[in-house]
């Protein structure tokens, strides 16, 4: 027991960061559903299928939703060690939307890339009941994850090294 203490002890930024990354990547993951689910009806390719407009829309409301909720979090419960005060919750923040605009880019391509892939394998669909609501498990879906991964561990390396550092203090030097 003493053991799985202090390895929480150890671990607890890093856990903190999958906890609340787990609750960042399902109301993401919600609002990119969402909008596919709805933005279909507007946007829809002959087979009644998401365009890639409408997937770049989906990653769109993923990734603002996704960097609110993080930013919050990450914040305020998981580096807890980081410099305080409202200029440096400024430049944080700064910081924050700036390397998740990068990591966007990077999973709306690996998204898209993975889409194509997936669809050229012929990755099988099926459905799954949840609480009385469809969701179609397919080559979109699964692509969603494979990008989802990646991000994670990218904006926590991100998050940890460059936005939430803690800056080494300079030691008083007396002048003489």
């Known amino acids: 027991m003493e053991k799985i203490k202090a390895f929480l002890k150890k671990e607890r930024q890093l856990i903190s960061y999958l906890f609340f990354g787990l609750i960042t990547t399902v109301v993401s993951l919600l609002a990119w559903y969402l909008t596919l689910k709805f933005g279909v009806k507007i946007w829809s390719d002959e087979n009644g299928e998401p365009t890639a407009f409408l997937d770049i829309l989906g990653s769109t409301t993923q990734w603002v939703s996704g960097v609110l909720v993080s930013f919050i979090t990450s914040k305020l419960w998981v580096f807890t060690e980081a410099d305080k005060g409202w200029r440096v919750a400024l430049r944080q923040f700064t ?45 979109r879906l699964w692509a969603k994850a494979i990008s989802s991964v990646v991000i994670v561990f990218s904006n926590y390396f991100i998050s940890k090294f460059f936005v939430f550092r803690i800056k080494k203090k300079e030691p008083n030097k007396d002048v003489k």
């Open 95 to 139: 910081a924050f939307v700036s390397s998740r605009l990068l990591t966007y880019f990077l999973e709306v391509g690996i998204n898209l890339g993975s889409i194509e892939g997936l669809e050229a394998l012929n990755c099988p669909s099926f459905e799954v009941h949840v609480f009385s609501m469809a969701f179609t498990i397919d080559a």
